[in-house]
């Protein structure tokens, strides 16, 4: 039996959510309202590029994938 993908929820909310296809995920950043730049992950308490805080920023949703490298 298949699970129903849709009611997956998401393990870190601050880091990813389901992506509109049911099927993937987009990783959350926050884009600096200083610097414009995006950091990652979006709660990070400041801008990686400029240091400046981002605790009010806007949150940018990008499409995930990648390679899992270590596993601890």
């Known amino acids: 039996m ?14 990813y959510r389901l992506a509109a296809d049911g099927r993937s995920l987009d990783f959350l950043f926050a884009q600096c309202p200083q610097c414009r730049q995006l950091s990652f ?22 499409p995930g994938g990648g390679t899992l490298l270590e596993l601890t």
């Not at 298949?2 to 601050?14: A, E, H, K, N, S």
């Not at 805080?53 to 990008?62: F, G, K, L, T």
């Open 41 to 62: 992950p979006a709660n990070a308490p400041g801008c990686m590029h400029c240091g400046h805080a981002i605790d009010a920023s806007a949150q940018v949703a990008r």
């Open 2 to 15: 298949t699970p129903d993908l849709t009611t997956l929820q998401p393990l870190r909310p601050t880091l």
